[in-house]
């Protein structure tokens, strides 16, 4: 699977910004910013607000890995292949 890097631009406390990310990431951005009734630009502006260093590109791709994690941890992982609104409960086991 090929992923491009793209830059894109957003508004953030009024002011236009470009960020470069990953399909990947965008799409889990807009995901997280939909599960949250906010709108992406409100999400990556809290981001880019609590982020400690580095650059913001990659501070958005460090919370979508953080938020997917969480998410498998507590064992509630969403189907990419599942229709809307249904989550399948996945158990790992370690070690294997």
Same mark, same amino acid.
């Given at each position: 699977?090929?992923? @491009?890097v793209?830059?894109?631009?957003? *508004?953030? /406390?009024? =002011?236009? #910004?470009?960020?470069?990310?990953?399909? /990947?990431?965008?799409? %889990? !951005?807009?995901?997280?910013?939909?599960? &949250?009734?906010t @709108?992406?630009?409100? !999400? *990556?502006?809290?981001?880019?607000?609590?982020?400690? =260093?580095?650059?913001l590109?990659? +501070?958005?791709r !460090?919370? *979508?890995? %953080?938020?997917?994690r969480k &998410?498998?941890?507590? %064992?509630l992982?969403?189907?990419?292949? +599942?229709?809307?609104?249904? =989550? #399948?409960?996945?158990q #790992? #086991?370690?070690?294997?």
């Open positions: 699977m090929k992923s @491009t793209v830059k894109r631009s957003i *508004v953030l /406390a009024g =002011h236009k #910004t470009s960020v470069s990310l990953e399909d /990947a990431f965008w799409e %889990g !951005l807009k995901d997280i910013a939909k599960a &949250r009734r @709108t992406l630009s409100d !999400l *990556v502006t809290s981001i880019d607000t609590d982020r400690q =260093h580095g650059n590109s990659s +501070a958005l !460090l919370f *979508v890995l %953080g938020h997917y &998410r498998a941890a507590s %064992g992982v969403v189907d990419s292949f +599942a229709r809307p609104g249904e =989550h #399948t409960n996945v #790992t #086991t370690k070690g294997h």
